[in-house]
């Protein structure tokens, strides 16, 4: 078993740190936060990830987990070195390397000869050779291991991952770190480093295509009279296709697809080539966006009148089973209706306060709340709950009995059935 370093408990790190020490390796988890440390000492975990506090508080109670404020602490014995670090995108699409800098920079003299810095972050192609001429060791190899943790399935996508990919400029530093891994049983990806950190970022700008592509043809579905249910099981069932990441929604989002989709763009400028098929799909997603308050707002009774509009949204979260926030489609579809003067309250099983960013938003305590005298009740994040609710009671606090369901989530015939006018999406 290895003494493993992880700098950073932010959501990869903590899940990094919390599986490999369920997997029986020593693990030290490092971050500058001393709060943050303060309180996982205490068994509290920051983020909201199924199965994570369970894995942390075994961990911890079986001796293979432990707290450290600083990076220095935590690598000054560890054999490995698991970077697990932010990579905010700057304005222009390319990703902030800052945090990887101070980390290389603070721990470059004191980790011990021969050890292994692993970069679990999404980081753009080129960066683990840029790492290691910043950090000067020629003991030291830096290796490519990238994660793709889905949140909300990151405990169960780190023990049972569909890959395991680890890109090194060596075979013997590869196998190290595959080796540290022996205990999962799944297709190992040998490689080098820059093939490991663009096959992460080609995971995700595949899926995000993938993604504008249903919206686009759900999009033409309304157009022709189709249903984008039907098509996309027609599709999915051809095994060249496959049948997930094909639900239709009102664009996509969330804290990796936009930031390395954008940053793959920018990775591609850099060496002279122009990935127009990517920039579109973007593109795209964000006139999918616009295209869903569209549909919101059209539903309005007085066009002339905002402001005398109310808007129930069910859902702010990026998607369901998560707390997170950052880059949501539901906040991005709430700006466009807020830019219009129209009232918006909105209900998220997991957002308990105003939300920075939006601060018209009133936040409603649940979703009847929300739907009282609301003129369109529009379903952003696919909350499971929301199948459940009571539409009669629902219909009735209503001003109009409207519904954007953007998600696709809940049944056409029960709602018309209820009373309402229901538009979904590519229906
Ligand atoms: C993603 C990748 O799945 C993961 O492998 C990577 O490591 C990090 O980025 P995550 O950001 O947790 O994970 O979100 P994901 O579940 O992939 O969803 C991204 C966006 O696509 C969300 O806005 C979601 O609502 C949307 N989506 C997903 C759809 O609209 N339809 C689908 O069928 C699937």
Redo the contacts with the bound molecule.
Sequence with gaps: MADIAVIGAGYVGLTTGACLASLGHNVTIADIDEKKIQDLEAGKIPIFEPGLEELVSTAVSDNNLHFVVGARSASATAQFHFLCLPTPPKSDGTTDMQYFHAAIEEIREIIPPESIIVNKSTLPVGSASNIQNLLSRKDVEIVSNP?????GNAVQDFLNPARIVVGAESDETATKVAALYSKIDTPIVLTDAASAELTKHT??AF?AMK?TFVNEIAALCELVGANITDVTKGIGLDPRIGSS???P?PG??????PKDSSSLVQTAKRVGFDFELLEKAIDRNQIHLERTAKKIMDELPDKNAHKDGKIAVLGLT??AGTDDLRSS?SLAVIGYLLAEDVQVAGYDPMVFEAVEELEELDIASDSYQAALGADVLAILTEWEEFTDLDFGKIRDVMRQPVIVDARNLLRRRDMEDQGFRYIGIGQ
């Excluded at 994660?147 to 949140?151: A, V, W």
């Excluded at 996509?252 to 697809?257: I, M």
């Design positions: 994660e793709f943790l889905s949140e995971a995700n899926l993604l990441y094909l639900q929604g996509w989002g969330g804290s990796c697809f990026f998607k489609p």
